[in-house]
């Protein structure tokens, strides 16, 4: 029967394991051998292989918060914003109703946080401009909840159901 010392000891060995690069291992990959453990001494408990489970006494590592380098800061995703706003100055009718649909997507995604598979699978009665929400159905973890939008994106996708849709459908 497994022990907490020996507990210790499995993540005391795991914390030296090294990475492809030859680097320590991160928090957040010992945070996931902790979770996977816990996970299998569970199910040694469910089958009473086991009567305890001594990973849930191993603390988890603190793991900092890290943004990915190629995410937008605030300035440069309002200049791409503005860039895309002037769809109309595009030499081909294409090109503007390809610019036009990236334009209004790219509005809807930033102002109500929708990730691209929500915004796919939006139909018009899920959203409400009056009181300026997005009622997203299948969310992910299949979770329901509501996005809000901001006055702005309101009026370009108003703009788009009445006019754009019929265009961009084509």
Do not use: W
Request: charged content about 25%; overall charge positive; proline content about 1%.
């Amino acid at each position: 029967n497994l022990n907490i010392k020996y507990a210790n000891l499995y993540m005391l060995e795991k914390s030296r394991v090294k990475n492809k690069k030859g680097k320590q291992i991160s928090n957040g990959t010992l945070c996931n051998y902790i979770k996977t453990a816990r996970r299998v001494y569970n199910y040694f408990i469910e089958i009473n292989y086991v009567s305890s489970n001594p990973f849930l006494n191993i603390k988890y590592p603190k793991v900092g918060i890290y943004i990915t380098r190629n995410v937008l800061t605030e300035s440069q995703m309002c200049r791409l914003l503005e860039r895309l706003s002037f769809f109309d100055y595009e030499k081909t009718y294409r090109q503007k109703v390809v610019l036009y649909f990236v334009h209004v997507l790219s509005e809807l995604l930033f102002s109500s946080g929708l990730r691209i598979n929500e915004a796919c699978n939006l139909v018009e009665k899920d959203i409400d401009l009056k009181h300026r929400l997005i009622f997203v159905k299948h969310g992910k973890g299949n979770i329901s909840r509501t996005a809000f939008l901001t006055s702005y994106s309101c009026e370009i996708i108003e703009f788009y159901i009445k006019y754009g849709k019929s265009i961009t459908d084509k």
